[in-house]
């Protein structure tokens, strides 16, 4: 399967996973796909990889003894720069919906549950990358309070302090920015999202929302707008 948008260089995908005819079968899969491919037999090998190269999505199981897919996910968006916004993808056998809002609550890009049809994961890889590579302006940086808002570098700082964002969150903010104070209907925002019927945008607003609200219970700038979806209200 061809990406027509990757750009010329492969891209760099860490498949994470305690399986190794699983993990093996990955990486094989994903290579005659085009992308290059490290894997990791679990969270500690996982770790040392993120801390020492840069990968374009990390495809985590989350079923793992010791450290499992969520527990590493919650590690990696704790760290600053490059590494903390790198996309995540899960893979697990626990498909309820409470283990999916957890693993996005946690920052992850989006979850498959197995088994999965190998087309579907590469679709689904598409779509994380595509998304983590939307680079369109919207008109520069916005001030929303104490917090500012690149759009060109998708970059959020409040009080002069660099704050971590997923590429889901980048996405949605960009697109938010790109009309600002005219609401976006909640479905064109979920459109290519884990969750086409909106929950993860709703999980991401909340995360957004204790990122740059005063009072995220009584948000100023990351506005509900009631039967049609959100709108950003920059000063």
């Known amino acids: 399967m061809s ?15 305690d399986d190794d005819r699983i993990r093996d079968l990955l990486k094989e899969y994903l290579t005659r796909a ?5 894997a990791a037999a679990g969270g500690a090998p996982a770790r040392r990889l993120l801390a020492t190269l840069d990968f374009d999505l990390a495809v985590f199981d989350v079923m793992m003894p010791g450290e499992d897919g969520f527990s590493l996910t919650r590690w990696l968006r704790e760290q600053r720069g490059t590494p903390g916004r790198t996309p995540v993808l899960m893979l697990t056998a ?5 283990d999916r809002i957890e693993g996005l609550k946690l920052g992850a890009d989006d979850y498959l549950g197995k088994p999965f049809e ?18 369109q302006p919207a008109g520069g940086a916005l001030s929303l309070g104490r917090c500012q808002f690149d759009a060109d570098r998708g970059e959020l700082s409040c009080a002069g302090e660099p704050v971590r964002l997923t ?9 938010l920015a790109r009309t600002p104070h005219e609401p976006v209907d909640r479905l064109e925002l979920a459109r290519g999202s884990v969750d086409p ?32 979806g959100y709108r950003l209200a920059p000063d």
Not at 167 to 175: D, G, H, K, N, W
Not at 201 to 227: C, F, H, N, S, W
């Open 34 to 38: 085009g992308f290059r491919v490290t």
């Open 197 to 228: 019927s909106g929950r993860a945008v709703d999980v991401q607003v909340t995360r957004l929302r204790r990122k740059i609200e005063d009072d995220p219970k009584a948000p100023r700038y990351l506005q509900t707008v009631r039967g049609v």
């Open 94 to 98: 626990k498909t309820e919906s409470g």
């Open 167 to 175: 590429e889901a969150e980048v996405s949605l903010l960009r697109q």
């Open 118 to 135: 190998p087309e579907e994961l590469l679709l689904r890889i598409e779509a994380i990358l595509r998304r983590a590579n939307d680079r």
């Open 3 to 17: 990406f027509s948008d990757a750009p010329p260089r492969a891209r760099h995908l860490l498949v994470v996973d």
